[in-house]
Structures are given as C-alpha cells and as structure tokens.
C-alpha cells in the first residue's frame, strides 16, 4: 500500500485530489472565496495536465478528483478532458449551473452512466433569494439544466452555501431536489467561508487549517492543503494554506501534505457533508 493511500484509508487525508481548472466565472456571487468574475485573470491549469494528474493521483492512491475553479465549463475542451478523467478516478465537477444548454450537453454525453458527477450550487428554494447572492436568473437555470443531466445519466450533486437556512427554508430546497430526483445523499450544505469576497461583505465563518480537512489541492499556483486554500483577496492569492510551489511530479506536493497532516490533526471542517 502507498503512503497516500495509507494516510486516506486511516483518515489522515481526504481521498478527494483537487484541481482548480481555472478562476474566471460569468457570476460574481456575493461570497465567492475566489474573487471570480468575467474579468478576472483566468489562471487556468493546461487542459492537458488534468487527466495527467489524475493518472498520477491514481497511482500514488488518492481515490478521486475534484475539479472546480472559477467556472469549470469556461475552460475549452473541458468536456474531453473530463471524459479521460473519469475513466481513471471517480471525478466531480463544481459548477454554476448555468452552461448546461445543448451544445455542452451533447459534449457530456458519453459520461452518462459513468463514475462522474456534477455538483451545482443552489441555495434557496426561492428564486428571489438564491438569486440575490448568485445572479439574475441563476435558479432558473439550474432548475432547468438538473433535469437535463439526469436524463443525459450524469449524477448530480445540489451544494447549499448559506449564512444559516431556517428548518422550513431546508426543508423546502430539500422537498425541490428532490423532486427534481435529487436524493438527500447528493444534498450538501455549508456555511459561508470568509475567504474571498466574503471577507469583505462581512460574511462566513474563519475557518484556518485546524478547521479543514487535509485534501490536496492543485491549482496553476501551487499546492493547498484544502480546497479552501488558494482562494483570492484584493486581486491576490492567499497563501496562508500553501503547502509549495511545486506541483510536477505530484508525490511532491503530496509529500507535503502528509508531512503537514502527520505532525497535526485534522478533524472535519465546514465543508464536510451535511446530509439534509
Ligand atoms: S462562487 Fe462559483 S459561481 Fe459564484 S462567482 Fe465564484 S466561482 Fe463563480
């Protein structure tokens, strides 16, 4: 057994490997940890490198891939990319939801059916306040395009980033995912992370390395301890959670990680799954 996939089996380490496809987005959602927007660098990882690294992460025992960024669909190409990806590790994809229209929908096709998901956020069951925090129309869109994957055979995953839902308000976004074939397995909430934009809307809990599960995550900067790590603020990339600048061959940066994780605790932090 290898050392990452000693460190995931005894909970040392998250199994998930993430990678930050890239930081532009066509939203610019209220408590965005990035800082996204049409205008931002985009700060892609090279397309070619994400099955790369996928193939690494299954050699060395990591049991998944995470892709978010940004807007994951802005990236050209991604659709193939991700294809390759899934006939490697189980992958999930963050996004918008707001691209699904019928020229990506026939790109993701032939990931029907297979070990491949896609994990949009919404969160309210009103249109008015979903929107409110993630863009005009915002709702519309999901709703219309969870359906559509389903149908294409793409497993979908609801995230709910809140300040804190009232029960009723839960249990009313619960009853819509699930009536769009949602299960409340495939429902994560959590809190607002005061990283990025959040920061300065006053928004979101502190959260720092003793509240984040150790999970490697890569992005064109470096290695993270967390998904939470290479967040943005004020135009500039926060390092507080950089592990190093190396990524290439990935038992570098995963060498960190175990050294960093082995000489402290992790326990579950706020992004951990919250079943509805
Ligand atoms: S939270 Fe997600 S959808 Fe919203 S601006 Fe940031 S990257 Fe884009």
């Excluded at 699904?100 to 297979?114: C, E, K, T, V, W």
């Amino acid at each position: 057994m290898t050392a990452i996939a000693e460190a995931v089996a005894g909970g040392l380490i998250g199994g998930r490997l993430w990678l930050y496809a890239n930081y532009h987005c066509n939203l610019t959602c209220a408590y965005c940890l990035t800082e996204s927007g049409p205008t931002v660098p985009r700060r892609e990882l090279p397309l070619h490198r994400l099955p790369e690294i996928t193939e690494e992460a299954r050699a060395m025992g990591f049991t998944a891939i995470g892709v978010t960024g940004g807007e994951p669909f802005l990236v050209r190409g991604l659709p193939n990319a991700l294809d390759r990806m899934a006939a490697i590790l189980p992958t999930l994809v963050l996004s918008n939801g707001t691209f699904f229209g019928r020229a990506l929908l026939s790109q993701l096709a032939p990931l029907g059916g297979r070990d491949f998901k896609v994990q949009i956020s919404l969160d309210s069951a009103e249109p008015a306040a979903n929107d409110e925090m993630r863009g005009p129309r915002n709702f519309a869109k999901v709703v219309e395009a969870i359906p559509r994957l389903i149908a294409l055979g793409i497993g979908v995953r609801i995230a709910t980033t809140t300040e804190g839902l009232e029960p009723a308000a839960l249990e009313r976004l619960c009853d819509l995912h699930r009536s769009l074939g949602i299960p409340d397995a495939d429902h994560v909430v959590r809190p607002i992370v005061r990283r990025g934009r959040a920061v300065d809307m006053g928004l979101g809990v502190e959260a720092g390395p003793a509240d984040l599960p150790a999970e490697l995550t890569i992005s064109t900067d470096g290695a993270f301890w967390s998904p939470f790590g290479p967040t943005v603020h004020g135009g500039r990339l926060d390092t507080d959670l950089l592990l190093t600048r190396v990524t290439r061959p990935l038992t570098r940066p995963a060498a960190a990680l175990l050294e960093v994780a082995g000489a402290g605790s992790s326990r579950p932090g706020p992004e951990q799954p919250r079943i509805c």
